[in-house]
T-cell receptor, first 108, second 112 residues
Framework: DQQVKQNSPSLSVQEGRISILNCDYT??????FLWYKKYPAEGPTFLIS?????DKNEDGRFTVFLNKSAKHLSLHIVPSQPGDSAVYFC???????FGAGTRLTVKP | DTGVSQDPRHKITKRGQNVTFRCDPI?????LYWYRQTLGQGPEFLTY????????KSRLLSDRFSAERPKGSFSTLEIQRTEQGDSAMYLC??????????FGQGTRLTVV
């Protein structure tokens, strides 16, 4: 009963281009969403969040968009940098269950 | 250091032995979560506490797993009669209710 899903296991982009990571959820009662970034052998680190009362939250190169009607959120990274290469997870705070993650590779 | 601390960082144990992991959350955080992560997967939710109360426990958790948070501060996760399938990274996270959680570095368990 996975309530948060990331359907793309991997994404590869060129340095300087936009990275778009997607996440879908099933529970319309979720009211707070988070993105985490994880490097190998480290715990996930909090990246950015969005409340369901908003449809966009921006922090530097990172922007999260929320489409409540589609139960979909996305993380945009622009411009992408090689140091952004990591696994990205989305989660819903009510539940704190994670998607399977998307491995982003940014090529120089 | 005011982050989430987990101990030990690595544990190798023989099948059938019991192991216990400790998590020290960020001091003012009232929620504490335990997750298990295997290669190529996202963190799998195991259980969470609000203060000292264990509010939810995943169906993934067999009877061999138990977690406690006796004083609402640090927490322990015990695995009894370990099996090779228990080999994973065990992650702890803490949060204030309604705010994003912060993770520790994890404890990597290898059952041989």
């Amino acid at each position: 009963d996975q309530q948060v899903k990331q359907n793309s296991p991997s994404l590869s982009v060129q340095e300087g281009r936009i990275s778009i990571l997607n996440c879908d959820y099933t529970n319309s009662m979720f009211d707070y969403f988070l993105w985490y970034k994880k490097y190998p052998a480290e715990g996930p680190t909090f990246l950015i969040s969005i409340s369901s009362i908003k449809d966009k939250n921006e922090d530097g190169r990172f922007t999260v968009f929320l489409n409540k009607s589609a139960k979909h959120l996305s993380l945009h990274i622009v411009p992408s940098q090689p140091g952004d290469s990591a696994v990205y997870f989305c989660a819903a705070n009510n539940d704190m269950r994670f998607g399977a993650g998307t491995r982003l590779t940014v090529k120089p | 250091d005011t982050g989430v601390s987990q101990d030990p960082r690595h544990k190798i144990t023989k099948r059938g032995q019991n192991v216990t992991f400790r998590c020290d959350p960020i001091s003012e955080h009232n929620r504490l979560y335990w997750y298990r992560q295997t290669l190529g997967q996202g963190p799998e939710f195991l259980t969470y506490f609000q203060n000292e109360a264990q509010l939810e426990k995943s169906r993934l958790l067999s009877d061999r797993f138990s977690a406690e948070r006796p004083k609402g501060s640090f927490s322990t996760l015990e695995i009894q009669r370990t099996e090779q399938g228990d080999s994973a990274m065990y992650l702890c996270a803490s949060s204030l209710e309604g705010v994003g959680a912060f993770f520790g570095q994890g404890t990597r368990l290898t059952v041989v």
